[in-house]
Structure formats: C-alpha cells, structure tokens
C-alpha cells in the first residue's frame, strides 16, 4: 500500500526539509496551506501520518489530537517543535502525539524516526488487511484434483504464479475465481503485500469509480473528506476485480488508462500518482461475446486477457466431489457446531449424479445445510435437498441448497465481515440459482414449464438460466447407456 503524509505546517522551509527526508518511491506527500483551519482541513484528509507544528494544532490540544484519533484510518501525529522544552514535549505526548520531535535535530534523526513510523504505520494497515481475509487462507494445493481437466488447469496455473502478468480469471458462478486468485498472489513474488478485492458488480456505477481509485474531498455530494481506493490500497500487491463484465464503458476506458501507464487519479483530483500493482480480473461472462456486442473495450479485454484462466465446472470434474465433501465436512464442522464426521454412500452418489449448477460455491451450501439438519454423526439423502436426492414426496416443494440464518447467534464471522449489499445480492442470487435448479430439475429440464411454475416469461427465465449458467440439457433424464 502506498503510504500518505500530511504536513500541515505554514514554515516553508520546514516543510521541503521534510519533503527531502521521505522517499520518493512509496510515499506520498501533501501540504495543507493556510492561516485558518490548517488542523481542521489535515483533518479532511486521509493520511497515515499527519507531521505538524504546535503552532498548527488548536487548543484544547487533546481534543484536536482526540480529532485525528477518531478517523476511520487513525493516522498517527507527530509534532515538531522549534525548542527542546522538555515539559511542553511531555505534554502533547500526554495528550495523544505519538512522537514529539525537536526542529533542531540532525536530518538523519528525524528522517529515521519517520520512516520507522511510516513501517510500522504500513506493518498495522497490512495486518488489518490479513484479518479481513478468510480464516483458512487459499493455497494452490486446495485445488489438487484426481480429474485430468482440473490437473491440466492447474499445470498452466502454475506458470505463471511467479509472474506479474494480468490474469483474466473466467468461468461459472460459484467455481471459486477469487479463490484461486488469492492462492495464486499467496504463492507469488507479491505474497508480502495486500490482496485487495473490488466487486465490480455489487456498487451502484456512481461508487464504483471512487472505490478503485478513490476521491478527493468535495470531489462529489458527500465527500466530506478524502479517501483512498482499491488501487492505492493493493500498491505492492494484488488488486482483484470481479465480475469485471458489469463494468460500465467510461469507467473501462479509466482502468484501461490505469493499466496502461501504471498511474491513476484519484476522482476530483489533479495530478496522477505511480502504482505498482498486479491486476487480477474475473468474469461469468463471455467476454468475447461482450466485446463483440460492444458491451466491453476490446482494448482493455487483450489488456487484461494476456493470461485467460477458465475454471472447470464441477460438473467436469466429477471425479473430485468425494473428496472435496470429505475436507468441507472436516472445514464446516466446528464452525456449524454439529457432530457430524461423514456421509453414506447414497447421499454422496446423489450428490456425484447432480449437475451442480452452482458449482462449488452450491456444494459448500449443500453440506452446510445438511449437516445442520443431520440428526446422527453421517450425513445421509434425507439430508440433502430434495433437487439432489430425487426423494420429493407428493406436494413438497423442491428446495435450494440456500441456507439463510434465522438468529442473530446463526451469522457466519465472515458474513459480519463484509457490507450488508453484498451479502443481500449474494443471497437473492443463491436463492434464485437453487430455486430455478430445482424446478428445471422437477420439470426434466422444460423451459416453458418451468417459467409458467415459477410464474414468470420464458424470457427472462432463458436470461436468469444464462447468468447462473444453468443448461436445460443438465437437468434431462439421461439415457440408458448400451450395453
């Protein structure tokens, strides 16, 4: 990430003193100018540390520090005084500063003292971002697989892991595209730096352009203050955008400037700043098809595509189910709260024979939802959705594989971890996504009677099967194979 200090200080000659002690190369430098509300408009600012003099911070002292403390980013403060007053430094240091330095000071002690801050500032913001990721962190050897498509997938992975090539990650809802974009930055030369992920799907357009590159204050309604965006943040490592289909074109043609000159601006600012990062996108989209229907830059596709990845579907890769529901079981077990160690043999040839059309993302739901409802130590067809198993009674309804939590105490950690827009959007799209599996499943894979049950126009059933990637062919009786 690229680091921020604020100088809010009215000595100019102090203030390019401090511009030569700091590096050029990952740190960037901003004044605050004025006579009035100097501390008020650093204050606006987002910064990791603000470098003031006394004279610039408002009295009460403790409150104006108080005010620093209170920001999102936290910043630290540090103070330079024009004398050596020993009970004035102890002072601001009581009253929140986290360094206190004498103007007179030798450039080297100053500039050792920053820097210091400035790594441990960066060492807390990496350490957060670490947090925010899942708890079992992705490798590639999660994708080990016994199927000869997904170990032919993985041969090409390994190629470029080491690499700082773009990466276009393609391939059905629910195959694991992030996943396997943080196993591959967790095993490449930038593992050290952040890992920084943008739903380019999931934010209304207006948003989206601030949440990559961030935004000055007034820069829109709203901006009360400045703020960073994705790309800063992934400076040093790996920023991924997913569903980068959604993206609106004139918001294409600013990423595809991003990438092609390694700089970016933030919204309402004036001048571009270097960045250095490695850009991972993700699509279930034909992008192809997108580009030639002129819904994506051409330009920014062979940008982005210098290496295409598509994930198998886990209906390709049969071979792999047993033991992906032996280690999920192992995974959601102490996190559901349920003793259960295993599944029989029916259960898991019922979940061999069905088509998956969420792919991994529905085989994780399946089984968390089956082991809440098991009553003994394996799972067996009665616990799974009655889609897979094929045992519908007279008049039940099919159901998903979608497990929504009822009680404040049933919400996942990593639900809590992220904005409530995403978690609704990724549960509306579960729940169609199963809904509609189960009726084509129900109906033998027949449009027009699957759209008149679910009351709704062929039309946009074909649209929602399209997104989901739902075949009606997947959901057809098979025929009996020759003897």
């Not at 650093?42 to 408002?58: C, E, H, L």
């Not at 773009?166 to 095993?187: D, F, N, P, Y």
């Not at 940008?303 to 598509?310: D, E, G, K």
């Not at 996190?335 to 792919?359: F, H, K």
């Amino acid at each position: 990430m690229l680091s921020r200090v604020i100088l809010a200080m009215n000595d100019a000659e102090l203030r390019r003193r401090i511009r030569r002690m700091l590096p050029k190369e990952d740190v960037l430098v901003e004044t605050v100018r004025g006579r009035n509300h100097l501390w008020e408009r650093a204050a606006r600012k987002s910064g990791d540390v603000i470098v003031a003099t006394k004279s610039a911070i408002p009295t009460p002292i403790v409150n104006s520090i108080a005010l620093f403390q209170d920001l999102p980013e936290s910043p630290a403060v540090v103070v330079i005084c024009q004398n050596e007053d020993t009970e004035e430094h102890a002072e601001l240091l009581a009253a929140g500063c986290d360094m206190v330095l004498y103007a007179g000071l030798p450039d080297e002690s100053i500039s050792d003292t920053l820097l210091a801050i400035l790594e441990r500032r960066s060492s807390l913001t990496q350490d957060g971002l670490v947090a925010r990721r899942p708890l079992a962190q992705p490798q590639l050897t999660d994708f080990i697989s016994n199927s000869p498509t997904m170990q032919k997938f993985m041969q090409v992975v390994r190629r470029v892991v080491r690499s700082d090539t773009s990466l276009l990650i393609l391939g059905e809802t629910g195959v694991g595209k992030e996943r396997l974009a943080q196993a591959i930055h967790a095993e490449g030369r930038r593992s050290d730096g952040p890992f920084v992920a943008v739903n380019c799907g999931a934010l209304p357009e207006s948003l989206l352009e601030s949440e990559l590159f961030g935004h000055e204050e007034g820069a829109f309604t709203g901006a009360t203050r400045s703020r960073r965006g994705a790309f800063e943040l992934a400076h040093g490592g790996t920023i991924f955008l997913d569903e980068i289909g959604e993206m609106a074109l004139h918001l294409q043609v600013k990423l595809l400037r991003a990438l092609q000159d390694r700089q970016i601006r933030r919204v309402g600012g004036e001048k571009p700043f270097n960045v250095d990062v490695r850009v991972m996108a993700a699509s279930n989209r034909d992008l192809e098809q997108e580009v030639r229907a002129k819904r994506f830059r051409n330009d920014l596709f062979y940008r982005l595509s210098v290496v295409s990845l598509t994930v198998p579907p886990l209906r390709q890769r049969v071979e792999d189910i047993p033991a992906l529901v032996e280690s999920y079981i192992d995974y959601l077990r102490p996190r559901v709260g349920c003793e259960v160690y295993d599944i029989s043999p029916d259960a898991l040839e019922a979940l061999c024979e069905y088509s998956w059309p969420g792919n991994v993302r529905e085989l994780i739901n399946v089984l968390e939802r089956a082991i809440l409802l098991c009553a003994g130590e394996e799972i067996t067809p009665d616990d799974l959705p009655s889609s897979i198993s094929g045992a519908l009674g007279d008049g039940e309804r099919a159901g998903g594989s979608l497990y929504v939590p009822t009680r404040p105490d049933d919400v996942s950690a990593e639900w809590l971890g992220r904005p409530l827009r995403e978690i609704r959007r990724e549960v509306v799209e579960d729940l169609e996504r199963s809904y509609l599996a189960a009726m084509l499943h129900q109906t033998a894979g027949r449009v027009g009677e699957t759209a008149r049950r679910a009351g709704m126009e062929p039309r946009s059933l074909y649209d929602k099967m399209k997104r989901y990637q739902l075949r009606k062919e997947d959901f057809r009786p098979k025929k009996p194979r020759g003897r």
